[in-house]
């Protein structure tokens, strides 16, 4: 039942009742439970109007507006919002079958720019801890430091569309059911409201000359339990959505049996005959970056194995390892003879239209690409490379040929493509008709298919890498390279993707894990607690040989689970 009264609309469900007030959801009760988890004082406006510099304007009554409320059937209700900066619909209904609250906003402006809009809930009640997919799961409360007045864009950062608030006896949640790759973020908190939840949707680049924003329908349902009953819920909906049983038959058997990672091998056969006493050879995926003559994250997209890698994959495949050569799912060396042909079709930020891309210099990755096309051709020494839209068919075409050539010859059934998470909304977001989200799940499936069929692995993972994917390289909590964030021990215990996508995608660690430093050990665990694969990483300026003989006891521990 949908009812409008005045500018209130009340909503209940077979498992919810629901106040929304000038747009604003006011109260929502759990039918199942009894608890009520959110009950707002609108203190913040319903509906925003976010542009590209991000400003964000309110829709509603303040400066001079109005709202207005149209029951449009027994099951559907809108609202019509207007003011001095915009205008806005947000349509209200209910799903029969699911018992879900439907929330459809939309906003448009006569000034150009316009990024998202945004559909705030506020009110929600103390106590409710935070869970949702950033960095593979987390369960925090709103107030916590690490994700208090944040934003999370889907889908790097924000790994799937919902989220879940979790109280004792359950909570409720919201997600949305996109299979058209539209860009989606989530505002966590805001100055003066903690317990607030934003939920944008975005318009695709190029904002420019962009009006409006919407198309989006949030789903807000309560339950009963843990987190793992709603996640399953999103989770059957995904699976059913991309027919991703089709995937599953297409695991490798061995794909099974792997219990261990190790990240960033170096080209030693003396660590594959070491390891080889410690662990089942068969149950260890190995990353190998340094697998070619070119220096590392140079020269892509060539890949022509050096005679050491061959000799150091000849032996992993007698010993029964699962060895992972290292390339680059969308990054090219501007030196190398192929970025002239797919330059134009490189990343563009959506806001500062500047190339995007990856340099490293002097231990740090925040130089930026260069805007002089000549320093693009001269600073290799930098490790500079710059990322090409995966929806165009020829880049995907030319990286499915080096990679097939390599794996033809070194007769292999596993490959690593770097980056795959590093899909964003871009000023040139659509290339032949997609965007770089839908492009990397093109290029993972169509990389997958070469040779004998090869098991992929990538970095990071999330609702549209996980389908194509084996394995994922995971990422701790704002602790990527060699730092670890404060509160780093906060964000384990939620193994949220582990959960939804074991299935289909094993997750590796990432770096620094070697557990010869309390700071790495407690970035094992927090993976451990994720349910991300125990994984080992080499020490520098330690022989591999004498770390694998001598174990610490972190790495003891692993070798006697794996045996487990």
């Not at 099951?75 to 619909?89: H, Q, S, Y």
């Not at 919201?174 to 505002?187: F, G, M, P, S, V």
């Not at 949220?496 to 299935?503: A, D, R, W």
Request: proline share 4%.
């Amino acid at each position: 039942m949908v009812r409008v009264s005045g500018n209130q609309v009340f909503v209940e469900t077979g498992t919810l009742e629901a106040k929304i007030e000038n747009g604003c959801l006011a109260y929502l009760k759990s039918k199942v439970t009894g608890d009520v988890f959110v009950k707002s004082h609108n203190d913040v406006p319903a509906l925003e109007l976010v542009y590209s510099n991000n400003e964000a304007f309110g829709i509603g009554e303040a400066k001079f507006g109005n709202v207005e409320v149209f029951q449009l059937s027994d099951t559907l209700a809108e609202i019509r919002l207007g003011n001095w900066d915009g205008d806005g619909v947000i349509t209200v209904s209910e799903d029969p079958e699911t018992h879900d609250l439907l929330i459809k906003p939309s906003a448009y402006s006569s000034r150009p720019g316009v990024k998202a809009c945004r559909w705030n809930i506020t009110g929600i009640r103390p106590g409710l801890q935070l869970v949702a997919p950033f960095f593979q799961g987390v369960k925090l409360d709103l107030s916590d430091s690490l994700i208090r007045n944040t934003h999370w864009e889907w889908p790097v950062m924000w790994e799937a569309g919902f989220a879940i608030l979790q109280g004792e006896k359950g909570g409720f949640w919201i997600h949305c059911r996109d299979t058209q790759y539209r860009y989606k973020a989530l505002a966590v908190g805001r100055d003066g409201s903690v317990n607030s939840l934003g939920f944008e949707t975005e318009a695709y680049g190029p904002f420019d000359n962009n009006l409006a924003a919407g198309g989006i329908e949030w789903r807000i349902n309560v339950y009963e339990g843990d987190w793992d009953v709603p996640a399953s819920i999103y989770r059957d909906w995904l699976w059913k959505a991309y027919d991703l049983n089709k995937q599953e038959n297409r695991r490798k058997d061995w794909f099974y049996n792997i219990k261990m990672g190790i990240s960033w091998c170096p080209t030693d056969i003396r660590i594959l005959e070491s390891l080889s006493k410690k662990v089942d050879p068969g149950r260890v995926v190995i990353h190998f970056p340094n697998w070619r003559p070119d220096r590392y994250d140079t020269n892509y997209p060539t890949y022509i194995p050096s005679k050491e890698a061959v000799a150091f994959i000849e032996r992993g495949k007698e010993l029964g390892y699962h060895i992972m050569p290292h390339c680059n799912s969308m990054e090219v060396d501007p030196l190398n003879p192929v970025y002239d042909y797919v330059k134009d079709f490189q990343f563009r930020d959506a806001i500062s239209k500047k190339i995007m891309g990856w340099v490293w210099y002097e231990g740090k990755s925040d130089l930026g690409i260069p805007s002089s096309n000549a320093q693009l051709k001269k600073n290799r020494d930098k490790l500079l490379m710059t990322k090409i839209h995966p929806g165009l068919s020829m880049w995907r075409h030319i990286l499915s040929e080096r990679i097939y050539k390599a794996v033809a010859e070194l007769d292999i059934d596993t490959i690593f493509i770097d980056i795959t998470l590093n899909t964003f909304n871009i000023h040139n977001c659509l290339v032949e008709n997609m965007t770089s989200t839908e492009g990397i799940k093109l290029l993972i499936d169509q990389v997958g298919s070469l040779y004998k069929g090869l098991a992929v692995g990538g970095e990071g993972l999330n609702e549209i890498t996980m389908q194509g994917l084996s394995f994922a390289q995971s990422h701790l909590f704002k602790s990527w390279q060699n730092d670890n964030v404060e509160g780093l021990e906060r964000t384990g215990g939620c193994p949220l993707n582990s959960f939804m996508y074991g299935k289909l995608c094993k997750l590796i660690g990432y770096s620094y894990l070697s557990g010869e430093t309390e700071f790495e050990e407690l970035r094992m665990k927090v993976d451990e607690a994720k349910g991300v694969l125990p994984t080992i990483t080499f020490p520098r300026g330690k022989d591999p040989i004498e770390f694998l003989e001598r174990p610490n006891k972190t790495i003891k521990m692993i070798f006697e689970k794996v045996n487990s």
